[in-house]
């Protein structure tokens, strides 16, 4: 899987859209990049992925540069309850019999 | 929505006790997972399992630990003689046959080995 780098922490005010890059400079042709995130010692919770187009759901966007070497997860509407540590983790496609490997994350602080 | 379920949510052991953390994933889901967090630490993948079989493991799922299927709703992670460095949140997590799977993990046991 390849390598991925992340900002240690971030501060983002309450009710701002917070923007949380990822680089990913290795990633080869067949890996997806996830999002997950982990509130307060609570399991990962899973966010979004994508391949090589950005990507929306309910919970928030996924813009991935067109070289596929970076991308950002936005939280549109932050609130103080988005207060976790966020992965980003590229893996290739498969069966789902491989692990997830994470980093250290993004420690996001929300600001009331 | 539906839940991966662990239990305990913690459990206290004492130095070289046998310890089974349990998981019922979500039913309709057919690959299941052990990962473990150790404080302040990475979330560290342990073992998969599918088709009542380990698919692939760490090198921290060594000889002390093992995996089972033992009906077709629980999911178990027996650790046979735990040690002090054993004391970590353990994460289950299960996920649905896909081409991109999406994991949905636990909220965990707490294993403090005393």
Redesign the interface.
């Known amino acids: 899987d390849a390598k991925t780098t992340q900002p240690t922490s971030m501060d983002c005010a309450e009710g701002r859209a917070a923007n949380l890059p990822c680089n990913h400079s290795t990633i080869s042709g067949n890996e ?1 990049v ?1 999002w997950y995130r ?1 509130i307060h ?6 966010i979004i ?1 994508g ?1 090589k187009n950005n990507e929306t759901n309910e919970m928030a966007s996924l813009i991935i540069t067109e070289d596929r070497k970076s991308s950002t997860l936005i939280l549109p509407h932050a609130t103080l309850r988005d207060t976790a540590v966020y ?1 980003c983790i590229v893996r290739a ?12 994350g993004t420690h996001l602080i929300i600001q009331p | 929505e539906p839940e ?1 379920t662990q239990t305990p949510s913690h459990q206290v052991t004492q130095m070289g006790q046998e310890v089974i953390l349990r998981c019922v994933p979500i039913s309709n889901h ?2 299941f ?1 052990w ?1 473990r ?1 150790i404080l302040g630490q ?7 399992f ?1 088709n009542n079989e380990i ?2 493991k ?1 090198e921290i799922f060594d000889d002390q630990f093992s995996v089972e299927r033992p009906d077709g709703s629980n999911f178990t992670l027996k650790i046979r003689s735990t040690k002090l460095e054993d004391s970590a ?1 353990y ?1 289950c ?1 299960s ?14 046991t707490r294993l403090t080995v005393v």
Not at chain 1, 41 to 46: C, F, L, N, T, V
Not at chain 1, 93 to 104: E, H, I, N, Q, R
Not at chain 2, 95 to 108: A, E, L, N
């Open positions: 997806y996830y982990q010692s609570q399991g990962p919770q899973y992925h391949l992965y496609s498969g069966g789902g019999a491989d692990g997830l490997t994470f980093g250290k | 991966v057919l690959y997972y990962y967090q990475k979330v560290e993948f342990l073992v998969s599918y698919s692939e760490s949140m994460f997590a996920s649905i046959r896909d081409r991109v799977p999406s994991y949905t993990f636990g909220s965990g």
